[in-house]
């Protein structure tokens, strides 16, 4: 560097000073502030990336969790409409099997029209577990389905038999087997309801479910004795 210092007008007096620490703190100040510049200007793209980053994970973190959730309340309304749609298969199914036994107590006109009704009721509810059901959970209903057609018919003949018959003991063996031929049915049913209990995430423990087998078949010898001794 030179400076020049104008003393009078007309002498001049030159201080020339060349001094390395000065150039050299220029040249460093220079070389600083552009690195100042460039540090400044990739922190600021890497907080552009950074949110950029952030911002997808949130949307990605959002999206799955909306996902989730909604697959999540999906499966609960799945659950309840099979809740619902299982319990009135239960109640139908129990109608069904106590109507059956109501052709003492009406006409043979009557007793068919209330049948009918009731095998409609029934048949609707299994179409509907059919629906909502699992495979192997649809696939018994379906069975379920033909068998009770085929009961309908059967106690159908079997109760017009009976009204036509006029002997007490023959009506006792026809009443026995109008009884005896929901035995089957109901095994059916109640091997459809287990399948039912696993599909709502119900326990099925198998020493609980012997000793209700065990229950049915007494509660059945049970009925049959009774019927006997009504014709007495």
Known sequence: M????????????????????????????????????????????ASIIAAIVSGGFIIFAAKYAFQKG?????????????????LNFVSQTQKYSYSIHKFKLMNLQEYSLAMLQEAENI?????????????????????LSYSISDNF???????????KCTNQSKKSEIDIEILTSLFALSDMSY??????????????????EEEIANLRKDYDLKTKDSIKSSYL
């Open 123 to 143: 048949q609707s509810s299994l179409q509907k577990c059919i629906l909502i059901s699992e495979p192997e959970t649809r696939l018994k209903a379906d069975k």
């Open 153 to 163: 018919s059967e106690v159908m003949k079997l109760v017009e038999k009976w009204y």
């Open 191 to 208: 091997s459809l309801e287990l399948c039912f209990r696993n599909e709502l995430k119900l326990q099925n423990k198998s020493i609980a």
């Open 70 to 86: 909604l697959k999540t309340q999906e499966h609960n309304n799945l659950l309840e409409a099979r809740r619902e749609v299982y």
């Open 2 to 45: 030179q400076l020049t210092y104008n003393k009078t007008k007309t002498s001049e007096f030159y201080i020339t000073m060349t001094d390395p620490q000065i150039i050299a703190a220029v040249i460093s100040a220079q070389q600083t502030s552009i690195a100042t510049i460039n540090a400044a200007q990739w922190a600021f793209v």
